[in-house]
């Protein structure tokens, strides 16, 4: 068996992994607080790389375009939930699916009419910092330590603020929360703005990988997607800790087929034998891995 191989694919895995988590903790925040998917958090992220791109073409250091960056997507995520879905709170599930579908739309469509279709070249700041060895590129390695920092950064602060605690206690309980003095309004604005910025890591890491364009994260999406089902959409760190999972299941796959000699799946069906396990996780344990049971009287 060829380790050197193994524990390169090991590492992929894990980097990748780091990508579909901190898209699956995006999607999670939000869920946690409105009980909906955001089908839009992937256009978000993408919308959020071309302005990182548009900032470093204008001639800023990445650093200063990054951090830039995840301000305006924080803001942005805000300006969002403050807008045009507080208007939708009491609404249907129906209408506020047609509403994620329809900023999924409009993020695509303004991307590629600002700045065209064409790929575009994304930079990484990390060639220069970590040397290149064989079992991990510097970029791989950059990816995973940015977004562990990211993910220890978000449990300190919902973990030990005083704002964090607000934000957990307007997501799990916002009645009491309310009796409390706790403005659960501006609690989930501002969980539209984390969950936003999140995005915008997630998709200015993955950018070097694949080029920019306007579809970049759609199936990143489905891997963050899939992420949070497996560990439990209600369960942050769960989400987590699937798309780490997934990620090295991605990469295990590719490993079984150099073993065995024989190409059965390629890199076209590595996202359905994906999908193909967490279906089965769900069939047998719907909550996810790490999720909880929610019961809610009726």
């Given at each position: 068996m060829n380790w050197e191989f193994v524990l390169h694919q090991a590492t992929s895995g894990l980097a990748n992994g780091a990508i579909y988590a901190s898209v699956a903790l995006a999607l999670v925040m939000i869920y946690t607080a409105t009980e909906h998917i955001n089908f839009a958090q992937g256009e978000m992220a993408m919308f959020s790389c071309?302005?990182?791109?548009?900032?470093?073409?204008?001639?800023?250091?990445?650093?200063?375009?990054?951090?830039?960056?995840?301000?305006?997507?924080?803001?942005g995520g805000v300006a969002i939930e403050r807008v045009i879905l507080k208007r939708f709170h009491n609404a249907?599930?129906?209408a506020v699916i047609i509403v994620f579908i329809g900023l999924l739309v409009i993020f695509n469509s303004i991307a590629g009419w600002i700045w065209s279709t064409v790929l575009k070249q994304f930079p990484s700041p990390f060639v220069d910092i970590f040397p290149t060895?064989?079992?991990?590129g510097p970029h791989q390695l950059g990816v995973v330590l940015t977004i562990l920092i990211i993910l220890t950064g978000l449990y300190l602060f919902f973990r030990f603020t005083p704002l964090g605690l607000a934000m957990r206690a307007a997501a799990q309980n916002p009645v009491s929360a309310r009796l409390v003095g706790v403005r659960v309004n501006w609690m989930l604005a501002l969980g539209w703005g984390l969950a936003a910025?999140?995005?915008?890591?997630?998709?200015?890491?993955v950018a070097p990988i694949v080029f920019l364009d306007p579809n970049l994260m759609a199936g990143i999406l489905l891997y963050g997607f899939a992420s949070a089902l497996l560990g439990g959409i209600s369960n942050p760190g769960g989400a987590v800790l699937g798309g780490f999972i997934l990620g090295l299941l991605e990469n295990g796959i590719i490993v079984v087929e150099n073993l065995v000699g024989v190409t059965v799946f390629g890199n076209e069906l590595k996202l359905t034998v994906a999908l193909i396990v967490v279906i089965a996780v769900l069939i047998f344990k719907p909550s996810g891995l790490f999720g909880k049971v929610r019961v809610k009287r009726v």
């Open positions: 071309y302005i990182a791109w548009q900032l470093i073409d204008w001639g800023l250091p990445y650093w200063v375009a990054f951090f830039c960056t995840i301000a305006i997507s924080f803001a249907p599930v129906l060895t064989k079992l991990v910025a999140v995005g915008a890591v997630a998709g200015m890491m």
